[in-house]
């Protein structure tokens, strides 16, 4: 067993790579959702395995599924540094125990779900309030898109909410915050990439965001920051609750065997 | 000894260029075609390109790989055409639109950009088996741990997507919503991610100890089975190819490239 | 002695129960030793304490001796415990590597991982497949077999380090009638054939009753019985202790019980390759249900 690349983890990463790229087709053409969910895999991987490796497994999915024959094709290759930023940061939640289980009752759930609601809020206020997106007359965005990310706000908020006050586990809280920083962060990182390689347009559905976001006025990069911004928060925040559930249902022996289980074994309440 | 169908003889010159070679063309090639702003560098690339898929008669093959990225070539055209922000020069007038050829001329090179690298990366997957290119990296230092994880990867993809499919199946029985509402759907997600997600890992356990038990741990280098020839006329063209793409975009970058 | 357990005892990573309380267990070369109890015995637990997967691939703690050819198990790397003991588990799809697009070169994972050089390579790949009688399949691709074949494969890959001890984790209790009867047929010609020391552990005792030499029955990681295979299948008691006889010995009991005198030597029983009956808690001397295979 030998740190972070033990032979239990060269056998997890081709599965979640695996997972990745599946999961990534699967949920755009069946559900046809604007969202991706194709770092589910990597995210599991950094919290299981650190660092390291959730940035390989993230590299390695976006080379696989642009290079092997048979699934390649498409232009998701040079987006393999947003994908091993996304594994780095979950490496480092995975470390800082963010996905641990917080066992909590009564107020500390209020009080979670009261700012973890607070903070959706805030992280979508500047957009909502900013005068530069807008106001269409200095290259501000249309009208319904800040609808839409009110909506999404609103929703995302109260799932958060719902979930730490349903599961009474103040884990819930950490896990958004972390999957709302990575998107954030996620999205920063691709927006000149898609600007500057494909001209801010990727073939996915969420092209519908760039083209409201140019309608407006606004320049390639800022409409791929937009868009970014929009997609990607919901998106790893998804993720990362679905890595949650799923982390929070294997057994503790099992979670023993990877390098960062201690820190995701439950702590007493 | 070791028999035919293991060693696998490459078929055409092309083929049997060793895959690093064939790795850092595709991945000079992909720099070219990205870097190198302007008309020049993705039109240069696809006719390097088309010409290396003739001599390695792999050329009707590139087909499909072309008609894969009309989807995204369609979503480049349209957007950059008619929202191409700070363009003034409109084509024509049509109803609220107002198309611009300024729009059109990146919409067109965008477009060539993605096909250059769409038919690059297309001759490459085409030319070089990934046994090949995994046992040729191996060799270089990537060692079996690295090979491992691509090749089972790349192996493992096809059972999960079935196991995927049967996931779909069995949900959409239950009364999983595939079509309905945008908040169903997202509710939809959990059940679909999860099982195929436990089902995965359940495994790993099992496959580390297969690993172990075939002796994967052991030290020092694995028995490589089937000889890579390789020789130094192909590292030639490995350096001339991987330092001129970096010169080129280089150049291209800081505005020197005299090029339209 | 191939494998030598004193007053084993192990308890999983993370955990304190112990799941082996202390098993003593020889098993030498060319013998078969049966291992077999009710579920949650520790059986599957033993198989990978005498493989020496645990402690060292899973971690855990192990107490007393387990020696593999003459070495403790505690002291030795993964890879030089693969050539001691090779294993083999109920999922074949687990135990292939899924990066090999031939069976041939399937088998050959193991030994490449070695080092070995080419020559030696080409011979232990042809002798694991002439031992079980795959060469047929060295073409094939490994993800393409049914699953006895498959099951096959992944003991030929094992084979091919040569080890001294083989274990075999119920090796066809994920099988069809068809997988099952494949690899049961392998193996019995295996323990006939070769002098590997065996470690069979199955909840089929009818495989057992075919080529085991000696049976231990494991309840709650202790073992509460050893003797010769026979004389343990016969044993009434074993029913209490959560194992079904097998076939030979059901049959007898019924036809005894039903008032005739049971020669039944000249029934090929192994010939009729029998499953165990659908319901299993039918007292013995009932009727058995029309359609069942007697």
């Given amino acids: 067993m030998n740190g972070q690349f033990s032979t239990r983890v060269i056998t997890l990463m081709p599965v979640a790579i695996a997972i990745n790229i599946v999961l990534g087709v699967t949920v755009q053409q069946v559900l046809k959702l604007p969202i991706y969910l194709d770092s589910i895999g990597t995210i599991l991987v950094g919290v299981l395995a650190g660092p390291l490796a959730g940035a390989l497994t993230g590299i390695l999915s976006n080379l696989i599924w642009q290079y092997a024959p048979g699934i390649g094709g498409g232009t998701i290759g040079p987006f393999a540094v947003t994908a091993g930023v996304i594994g780095l940061l979950a490496g480092l939640w995975g470390q800082l125990g963010v996905y641990r289980s917080r066992p909590a009752s009564g107020n500390q759930l209020i009080v979670a779900a009261v700012i973890a609601a607070l903070i959706v809020g805030v992280l979508v206020f500047p957009i909502f309030n900013n005068p530069a997106y807008t106001d269409p007359n200095i290259g501000g965005y249309p009208s319904w898109v800040f609808t839409a990310i009110v909506v999404i706000g609103v929703v995302v908020a109260l799932a958060i909410a719902g979930f730490i006050l349903v599961r009474k586990d103040l884990a819930g809280f950490y896990v958004a915050a972390a999957g709302a920083i990575t998107g954030i962060v996620a999205a920063l990182v691709s927006a000149p990439i898609a600007a500057y390689v494909f001209g801010g347009v990727t073939g996915s559905g969420v092209d519908v965001i760039v083209a409201a976001l140019r309608q407006g006025g606004a320049d390639v990069l800022s409409a791929s920051v937009g868009q970014g911004l929009i997609s990607d928060p919901i998106d790893k925040t998804i993720t990362s609750f679905v890595v949650f559930v799923i982390i929070a249902s294997l057994s503790p022996r099992l979670l023993a065997r990877f390098p960062n289980g201690e820190r995701l074994t439950a702590t007493a309440a | 000894m070791v028999p035919d169908f293991v060693l696998r003889p490459p078929t055409g010159r092309y083929h049997a260029l060793n895959p690093g070679t064939k790795l850092v063309l595709a991945f000079a090639e992909a720099a070219i075609a990205f870097g190198v702003r302007g008309w020049t560098g993705p039109l240069v690339v696809i006719a390097i390109v088309v010409a290396t898929a003739t001599a390695a008669r792999v050329g009707r093959s590139l087909v499909p790989f072309a008609l894969a990225v009309i989807p995204l070539v369609a979503s480049i055209l349209l957007i950059n055409t008619f929202l191409f922000p700070g363009a003034t020069d409109v084509i024509a007038h049509i109803g609220p639109l107002a198309p611009t050829w300024t729009g059109l001329g990146a919409a067109l090179q965008a477009t060539l950009r993605v096909a250059a690298f769409a038919l690059s990366v297309a001759v490459f997957a085409l030319t070089t088996p990934t046994d090949d290119l995994l046992a040729d990296l191996e060799r270089r230092g990537l060692g079996r741990r690295g090979v491992f994880v691509i090749g089972a990867a790349i192996g493992m993809i096809p059972r999960m997507a079935e196991r995927a499919s049967e996931i779909t199946d069995s949900q959409r029985a239950r009364g999983l919503d595939t079509e309905g509402s945008r908040w169903r759907r997202i509710r939809g997600v959990v059940p679909l991610a999860a099982p195929m997600i436990i089902g995965a890992l359940s495994e790993v356990e099992e496959r580390t100890m297969a690993l172990e038990a075939r002796a994967f741990s052991a030290p020092g280098r694995r028995t490589i089975l089937r000889p890579l020839p390789d020789s130094t006329g192909q590292r030639a063209i490995r350096w001339v190819a991987g330092l001129g793409a970096i010169v080129l975009v280089a150049a291209s970058v800081a505005g020197i490239l005299p090029v339209p | ?294």
Avoid at chain 3, 12 to 40: I, M
Avoid at chain 3, 49 to 62: C, D, F, Q, S, T
Avoid at chain 3, 81 to 91: D, E, T
């Fill in chain 3, 1 to 294: 002695m191939t494998l030598r357990m004193r007053d084993a005892r192990y308890a999983y990573a993370g955990t304190s129960r112990q799941v082996l309380a202390g098993v003593d267990l020889d098993v030498e070369a060319g013998r078969v030793v049966a291992v077999v109890g009710p579920n949650e015995a520790g059986k599957s637990t033993l198989c990978l304490v005498a493989a020496g997967l645990a402690p060292i691939a899973i971690g855990g703690r192990l107490e007393g001796s387990v020696l593999l050819a003459g070495d403790e198990t505690a002291g030795l790397a993964a890879h030089q415990a693969a050539q001691r003991c090779g294993i083999l588990f109920q999922n074949s799809a687990t135990q292939l590597s899924g990066t090999t697009s031939t069976v041939w070169e399937e088998i050959a994972f193991g030994p490449r991982n070695l080092g070995l050089d080419i020559g030696a390579i080409v011979e232990h790949v042809e002798g694991a497949m002439a031992t079980l009688d795959i060469a047929g399949l060295a073409e094939r691709d490994p993800q393409r077999l049914s699953g006895g074949q498959a099951q096959l494969v992944a003991l030929a890959s094992v084979l091919a380090l040569q080890p001294s001890l083989l274990v075999l984790d119920e090796p066809t209790s994920q099988l069809d009638p068809a997988g099952t009867r494949l690899v049961g047929k392998a193996l019995s010609r295996f323990a006939a054939e070769n002098g590997t020391a065996i470690l069979l552990v199955e909840h089929k005792t009818g495989l057992v009753a075919r080529i085991a030499d000696e049976v231990a029955v494991l309840v709650g990681g202790r073992i509460v019985q050893h003797g010769p295979t026979a004389e343990v299948l016969a044993n009434p008691a074993l029913a209490e202790q959560g194992v079904d006889p097998p076939p030979a010995v059901r049959i007898e009991r019924a036809v005894a019980a039903a008032g005739r005198s049971g020669d039944l030597a000249g029934l090929d029983l192994a010939a009729l390759e029998m499953e165990p009956i659908a319901n299993p808690s039918l007292p013995i001397g009932a009727p058995l249900p029309t359609g069942t295979p007697a």
